[in-house]
């Protein structure tokens, strides 16, 4: 494809991405890669790195088109700002891929060229005359919640999701360990050195397709960022525990319970979505974790929730809840994401995190711990939601989440600060996706 060719294809993928109804960025590439198989493996990754780059960017280039009085945003005005501020194209390569002939868009309009001439101008895309959420291609309604969770730090907090996120892989205790599934991925051709901090964890050094190879097939591998696998041994799940995952979706946080209890024991593996539960029972069978029942819900109020309660069944020692959110943590994987959220999807998912916080407690046995985890850097989904939950549940407190990590962990320094009860991992930090831990001990009495 000509570069003008390709230019055409991301805006039409763009156009596409625009709406709150608009399908994931990743399923909508996929499917034009299935659909357009003329496209070579150079083609799709350039569609791509223009589509992700507009996304990713978009609340600068939206600044600078309304800065340089240019077009309405829209996926071909977005594309051409965002090729200028990314170092893709000069004015005269705009003018070149736009030729209008074939495949390639039309030529620039007069308003496209003058907007191309003003950023041709600029030196080095200054950002320090834009808001805050602007520089930091946030939405704009969390700048002052932003500002406000990390001071000085905000800018370089919000840089880093601007980055492409590593590919983490989890290696399946149940079948390998982590030396072993190395020289396995080494031998087909992908390099990988350990995660920083999580034991089984293995990130690739660079993006490869991994469902052909025969570790993956096999099971020895799960695709998982190393934020998830650390907040999935923090649950310090144990051989022979009995456990409930509530909102345990595809799995990935259930099948790395499932290797570090060695199969033994059993977890319910609870979602209002059996799509995803199904999905669920087919990365289980290919790890060989056996000791998974599958339980769909209608809510989080679901009866089996009242029946299994620790009052009446005695409970369980762990129930995790790994909460519905706004993913804000994921960004860097799903740009798209962040420009679909509004003020009022916010507080519907804070609402949603509480009333399963509450319901799934009743579960936890005296003595047993209630995990809430997120993948969410927002305050109010997670340092709120749970402190609101303690003021009202006088049965539980914050069991510190440094004291679990040096058991679990014990030759790994902890990466969160010692006087905060809650662990949060964040992109710019920890060179993981965002996330948030809790652990919430239930007293005996
Ligand atoms: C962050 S995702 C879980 C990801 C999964 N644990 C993993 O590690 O791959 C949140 C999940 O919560 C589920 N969910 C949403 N509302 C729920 C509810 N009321 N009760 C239980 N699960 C719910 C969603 O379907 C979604 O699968």
Redesign the pocket.
């Known amino acids: 494809m000509t570069p003008g060719a390709r230019m055409s294809a991301a805006i039409t993928l763009l156009s596409r991405l625009d709406g709150p109804d608009a399908p994931p960025a990743d399923k909508l590439l996929a499917d034009w890669a299935r659909a357009n198989r003329y496209a070579g493996s150079k083609d799709k990754s350039a569609i791509a790195a223009m589509v992700y780059g507009c996304l990713r960017r978009r609340g600068q280039i939206d600044w600078w088109l309304s800065r340089c009085k240019g077009d309405e945003p829209a996926a071909r005005p977005r594309l051409l700002v965002w090729m200028q501020l990314a170092g893709e194209a000069a004015l005269s390569d705009l003018e070149r891929f736009c030729s209008g002939e074939k495949f390639d868009p039309p030529p620039l309009t007069p308003v496209e060229k003058r907007v191309a001439v003003e950023l041709s101008a600029q030196k080095g895309f200054d950002l320090s005359c834009q808001p805050v959420s602007i520089g930091g291609n946030m939405p704009v309604f969390l700048e002052q919640d932003l500002i406000a969770l990390y001071g000085a730090e905000t800018s370089r907090q919000l840089a880093a999701h601007d980055a492409e996120a590593p590919v983490d892989l989890r290696v399946n205790t149940l079948k390998a360990d982590r030396d072993t599934v190395r020289a396995a991925l080494a031998e087909a051709g992908i390099d990988s050195a350990p995660t920083p901090y999580s034991p089984i964890g293995l990130r690739l050094t660079e993006r490869k397709p991994l469902s052909g190879t025969a570790v993956f097939k096999d099971g020895l591998i799960e695709p998982q960022d190393e934020g ?1 696998q650390l907040a999935a041994l923090l649950v310090e799940a144990k051989p022979g525990m009995k456990i409930v ?10 099948l790395a319970l499932a290797a570090t209890m060695n199969n033994t024991g059993r977890i319910i593996a ?4 059996e799509a ?1 539960l199904k999905r669920a029972g087919q990365r289980l069978k290919r790890a060989g974790a056996f000791l998974v029942e599958r339980r769909p ?1 209608s ?2 109020r679901d009866k089996w929730v009242k029946r299994r309660a620790a009052r009446f069944d005695g409970g369980f020692d762990r129930v995790l809840v ?4 706004s993913g804000s943590g994921t960004w860097r994987r799903n740009p798209d994401q962040k420009w679909k959220l509004t003020p009022d999807g916010l507080a519907e998912v804070m609402q ?1 995190q509480s ?2 916080l509450e319901s799934a407690a009743r579960l936890v046995a005296p003595g047993g711990r209630l995990i809430y985890v ?2 969410s850097i927002l305050k109010q989904e997670n340092e709120d939601r749970v402190d609101a939950f303690l003021a009202e549940h006088g049965d539980f407190y914050a069991h510190p989440v440094s004291e679990i990590w040096s058991e679990t962990l014990p030759d790994v320094a902890f990466p969160g600060a010692p006087e905060n009860p809650y662990l949060r991992l964040t992109p710019a930090d920890h060179g993981t996706d965002g996330f948030f831990v809790a652990v919430l001990g239930r007293k005996l009495t």
């Open positions: 998830s995952d509530f909102c345990a979706g595809a799995g990935g946080k259930t609870c979602d209002v979505s995803r819900l809510s989080e790994d909460a519905p959110c949603k009333s399963v997120t993948c």
